[in-house]
């Protein structure tokens, strides 16, 4: 069974630090690209970064760029979310998300459950 | 940066269809893909590049692109149907990125 599992959320103050991971499971990790997502209590979804298969090629929402930083290890099937310089208004849950293909340009065809992130003094 | 517009609500009856559009600029030239949230859960694939359906998903989820505006649209509404909607594009541009809708509640009377 395809499976994504989010975890590394939790409470942090602004201007802090959280790394976020995502356990992959049941496919070839390394062949698809990944993304995370997120979605602000009560809000529509957010794409804020994606990475290739391999990891050559990443992309990065402006909300976040320079201050997130996505990376994978396809020794490990997991893909991890380094987030800096936090504020309020990244308070979100933030899915995991795998795409149909190698290139990041596609649908997300699996997502995790999803882990909450709360920015907030 | 570009923009999809999607109705905040379409309210259905059982066994009606209910058709959710996706308005975006010269969108018919883009894949669109569509994306089911129910209620404390992760959204769910049920159309991919703008007619295709993922395994598992009824033939009740169509979709269909053209000019400025993606459909989404649902056939036989049931009650498990109701949720949140979501299209998205990826817009490459002079910035690679990735855009969702804003997304439309779906009620079944």
């Known amino acids: 069974e395809v499976q994504l599992l989010e975890s590394g959320g939790g409470l942090e103050q602004p201007g802090g630090s959280l790394r976020l991971s995502c356990a992959a499971s049941g496919f070839s990790f390394s062949t698809y690209a990944m993304s995370w997502v997120r979605q602000a209590p009560g809000k529509g979804l957010e794409w804020v970064s994606a990475i290739s298969g391999g990891g050559g090629s990443t992309f990065y929402a402006d909300s976040v760029k320079g201050r997130f930083t996505i990376s994978r290890d396809n020794s490990k099937n997991t893909l991890d979310f380094q987030m800096n310089s936090l504020r309020a208004e990244d308070t979100a849950v933030y899915y995991c998300?795998?795409?149909?293909?190698?290139?990041?340009?596609?649908?997300?065809?699996?997502w995790g459950q999803g882990t909450m992130v709360t920015v907030s003094s | 940066s570009y923009v999809l517009t999607q109705p905040p609500s379409v309210s259905v009856a059982p066994g009606q269809t209910a058709r959710i559009t996706c308005g975006g600029s010269n969108i018919g030239s883009k894949s669109v893909h569509w994306y089911q949230q129910r209620p404390g859960q992760g959204p769910v694939l049920v159309v991919y590049?703008?007619?295709d359906r993922p395994s598992g998903i009824p033939e009740r989820f169509s979709g269909s692109n053209s000019g400025n505006a993606a459909t989404l649209t649902i056939s036989r509404v049931e009650a498990g149907d109701e949720a949140d909607y979501y299209c998205?594009?990826?817009?490459?541009?002079?910035?690679?990125?990735?855009?969702f809708g804003t997304g439309t509640q779906v009620t079944v009377l």
């Open positions: 998300a795998k795409s149909r293909r190698y290139s990041t340009n596609d649908a997300f065809e699996i």
């Open positions: 998205q594009v990826w817009d490459a541009g002079s910035e690679h990125f990735c855009v």
């Open positions: 590049d703008d007619s």
